[in-house]
């Protein structure tokens, strides 16, 4: 009897635990989601005409097409409208176009920049940052590497409050210009609001972005 009320106690202890952390992780993910969504108030823009002149935005990198079915990636498609529109308004003169360049075969900045000059945009208004592997590292490099401490983010809504936070933490000064969502993608972003605690993970551990490299200078 008295072993069989033993067992009974760890398993309480146990399921009381486990959920206990389940309470903890929850709350951690709408605290973090909610710090990085009040840090973007005033900061976002979805109307070109609003948006101020930045000499500098920053593309942030994605496939130009989905990887189940190699479709045509809508978030991809958006981001290169979203900035075509702000450089032919003049709301920003340069861009730096930071992704992925992890793989030969695979070269996110490139593929976005080719998509940018046949919309008609100046190549030499266009700067690649082949080693934005994550947003966080796209925003250390766009300071360390590209000298900026100020910028217009161009990216979807979800990514650009992240981007943000990012920046801020950095020391840059920062807007972001929204993209259109792909359809029916607005909503609750699981691994969007994962990645947000990330970002306080990695502050909390001093992360470092994967590669630095020689400074990059743009015309004053």
Known sequence: MVYYLEIMKKKKLIIWSILALFILS?????VCDAIIKDNARGKIYSNID???YRKVGLLLGTAKY???RGFDNPYFTNRIKAATDLMKAGKIKYLIISGDNGRPEYNEPEMMREDLIKNGIDSTHLYLDYAGFRTFDSMVRLKEVFGQDSVTVISQLFHNERALYLASKEGIVANGFNAKDRPGGEGFYLRE?????KVFVDYLIATKP???GKKIVLPD
């Open 26 to 30: 929850i709350a951690t993910i709408f």
């Open 193 to 197: 609001k994962l990645a947000r605690v």
């Open 50 to 52: 609003d948006i101020p």
């Open 210 to 212: 994967r590669f630095l």
């Open 66 to 68: 989905t990887k189940r």
